[in-house]
């Protein structure tokens, strides 16, 4: 049995939460995540716009699997109508998004910009994948229709992409227009997880240092069940126990786990 749920939540430095995730079961089970950029006003709407916008989409496609550039075109080809229509600025949608859905006996993930995916297998052992743009700033869907946006992005570097696997180590710069599909078994992973990039900025403020991904994933799933809002509930109980040891998420914070129990 194939279980799934999310959650999000503010880093201590925000005022505001700039990441917004959710779920659905229509027609397989899927999860979306995207994380606004702080340098761009209201990008929390722009967050919530592109992961609603793709909820829908998924919940009417029929193209399955999907292919990765055609969805991403036509989710913020849908998303700039959004603004349009509410008149406020294109820029509100600069913010990543990751999908990740069920295909036969898989999960696939997707994902337009910067965060992690974290999975552990049968035996219950936890590995992670990270990814990142070395100058902090992702390759935004927002750019795949402006072309003076692209031009003045693709100045600042034309390999800034950088995977990191906890098992293969980090791969050499990669183009920033390179495709981040992601296959993950379930015969091989029981657990698999897409998270904001805000999993691997969790500080310890009494050692002054960051905690390691692969820590932040062994505890966010390490379930206890799988009941109701499993992943809401141990995703609190796990942040709350992080911040009696003085470690807090300093950037929002989205989570969205599949649980294969057999």
Known sequence: MLH???YYTKGV??????????QGDTPIPFIVLSDGCSASPNSDVGAQILTL??????????????????????????????????????EVLDATVMLAFLHENDIMVHVYGDGCLLFKDHDGNVGTIEIVF????????????????LLEYATFEQKPLVITDSVNGQSEPKPFQTQLVFCLPLKKFKVIAIASDGASHCVDTRQKIIVPLYEVANHLL?????????????????????????????????????????
């Open 4 to 6: 799934h749920d999310c």
């Open 13 to 22: 430095t925000h005022k505001v939460c700039e990441d917004y995730i959710t």
């Open 53 to 90: 916008t793709a909820r829908q989409m998924l919940e009417k496609t029929t193209a399955w699997p999907l292919d990765y550039f055609d969805f991403g075109q036509q989710l913020i080809s849908t998303a700039f109508k959004v603004t349009e229509e509410l008149q406020v600025p294109n």
């Open 134 to 149: 070395t100058h902090n700033a992702p390759y935004y869907l927002t750019y795949w229709i402006n072309e003076e946006r």
């Open 222 to 262: 390490a379930f206890k069940n799988l009941t109701g809002e499993f992943v809401k509930h141990h995703t609190k109980n796990a942040l709350e126990d992080y911040a009696q040891q003085g470690i807090y998420p300093v950037d929002d914070l989205s989570i969205g786990v599949f649980v294969n129990e057999k």
